[in-house]
């Protein structure tokens, strides 16, 4: 067959790393980059330490408001869809140019493979639930990474085109572990190489809900100053302003500022962490993988499995509240596994060349 995927923000690089790799063992792929991360830390680095194959479309769509940059998206997407006449539009998660896919091959009535389907947080303030709301709908089959999620797909009335196959970030991490991290390329953002120390935090924060306003980013850095160890902070460009200028304001000198890193050196940083505080979907599964005790910033739990035995804990942006649960001890049950196997990527192919026998396209 031939299957076009639609990739755009850094998450969906580091899936499409497993993923472009599985499908390419059987059908052609197209790979479209929308272009709505560009920095090249956030796109190349993924694309040269992961080996993901070259885009044969960048888009080059970036910036704007949520409807802008959607909509540059629908119309360039529907013409190569039109041209490319794919059999499948395969697009992963939950961002603008996973709706943009969705939307475009829905009205062009070609068949849409959505991986890490079905997780609600159950808020439509959120800007992501809505694209992923809305993606799972339109697709043509749902590939759920947790039980929770394909429950989730099933009470939306989605049981028929749902399928439980883990998750495609364990493949990565599972893969990707092995591998050497080259700690050289961990700069600060005046270019200066940053020595990680022996014992440290390694925190993301970038989510519109933490970023908006100064507040809720100056109590979480505020909490993480007056702790132990320093803390390795990751800044995404997004609030990379407001996050320099607080830390600088406050004098907040255990906060170690660094541009972010490639994903071999993510997760390394993450295996390697006391404990990890983030509003990432990603980086909450990681350090329940690596199995790094975690404080996830937001007011709703993203991936439930990973919420237990204080392994994964729900904070507020308040200092109080962080400097309370850091407190806490978490407890492994090493047969608890509920990512899958590590192998989610097979399983996915194997479904969808099912399909494809079954459809006549292959
Ligand atoms: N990540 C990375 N480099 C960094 C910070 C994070 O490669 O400097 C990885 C992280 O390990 C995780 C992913 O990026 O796999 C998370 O992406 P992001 O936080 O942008 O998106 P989300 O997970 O919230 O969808």
């Not at 998450?11 to 499908?23: E, L, M, W, Y």
């Not at 942006?317 to 400097?323: E, M």
């Not at 990512?339 to 969808?352: H, P, T, W």
Request: contains cysteine; glycine residues 6%.
């Amino acid at each position: 067959m031939k299957i076009l995927t639609v990739i755009g923000a850094r998450p969906q690089f580091i899936k499409a790393a497993i993923g472009s790799r599985a499908i390419r063992k059987y059908h052609k792929e197209i790979l479209v980059h929308t272009g709505q991360h560009f920095d090249s830390n956030m796109s190349d680095i993924f694309f040269k330490e992961m080996g993901i194959p070259e885009p044969d479309y960048n888009l080059g769509i970036s910036g704007g408001s949520h409807a802008e940059m959607t909509s540059k998206m629908l119309i360039e997407l529907e013409k190569i869809m039109v041209y490319e006449k794919p059999d499948g539009v395969l697009v992963y998660g939950d961002t603008n140019s996973t709706l943009a896919a969705a939307l475009a091959a829905s009205k062009l009535g070609i068949p849409i493979f959505h991986i890490e389907a079905g997780n609600r947080l159950g808020t439509l303030s959120n800007p992501e639930e809505i694209n992923r709301t809305c993606t799972d709908h339109l697709s043509t089959m749902n590939f759920a990474a947790t039980e929770s999620a394909y429950n989730n797909l099933v009470k939306e009335n989605l049981a028929n085109r749902s399928y439980f196959v883990g998750n495609i970030m364990y493949d990565a991490f599972m893969y990707f572990s092995s591998k050497p991290a080259n700690y050289d390329s961990i700069i600060d953002f005046d270019g200066n190489k940053v020595t990680i120390p022996d014992k440290y935090y390694y925190m993301t924060c970038h989510r519109q809900e933490n970023t908006f306003s100064d507040e809720p980013l100056t109590e979480i850095l505020s909490a993480m100053n007056s702790l132990e160890y320093p803390t390795i902070y990751s800044v995404h460009p997004r609030n990379r302003e407001r996050a320099l200028r607080i830390c600088k304001d406050n004098n907040f000198t255990k906060i170690k500022l660094i541009q972010p890193v490639g994903y071999i050196e993510s997760i390394h940083l993450t295996k390697n962490a006391q404990k990890i505080v983030t509003d990432s979907g990603g980086l909450q599964c990681e350090a329940f993988y690596a199995k790094v005790q975690c404080l996830f910033v937001l007011d709703f739990v993203v991936w439930p499995e990973t919420m237990v035995d204080n392994r994964n804990q729900l904070v507020k942006p308040n200092k109080n509240d962080i400097l309370s649960k850091f407190s806490k001890t978490q407890i492994i049950d090493e047969e608890y596994q509920p990512f899958g196997d590590g192998n989610s990527a097979e399983k996915i192919v194997d479904i969808i060349n099912k399909w494809g026998v079954e459809n006549g396209k292959c």
